[in-house]
């Protein structure tokens, strides 16, 4: 069996939103405050652009959604 290796500090960790995204005033702090604290953890951080976008309930169409995910699955940061 492949185990992958466990994440470490300067590691990045991306965020992509597959379904609805992040949206008023209370969910973005929340966010940005998980944000800081995944950085004073020492990781870099990579968010796509439909993370904080919300139309109809989807951060974007399934192509875009699609997309995004697998620049961060593909990105060799």
């Known amino acids: 069996m492949i185990y992958p290796e466990f ?3 300067g590691d990045y960790i991306g965020v992509t939103a597959p379904s609805s995204g992040i949206t008023g005033e209370g ?3 929340r966010l940005d405050n998980a944000i800081e604290n995944v950085k004073k953890l020492g990781f870099n ?3 796509t ?3 904080r976008t919300d139309e109809a309930e989807r951060s974007s169409t399934a192509k875009q959604r699609a997309e995004e995910f697998m620049r961060l699955w593909n990105d060799n940061k």
């Open 7 to 9: 994440i470490k500090k």
């Open 27 to 29: 969910k973005t702090k």
């Open 45 to 47: 951080y990579i968010e």
């Open 49 to 51: 652009q439909n993370v």
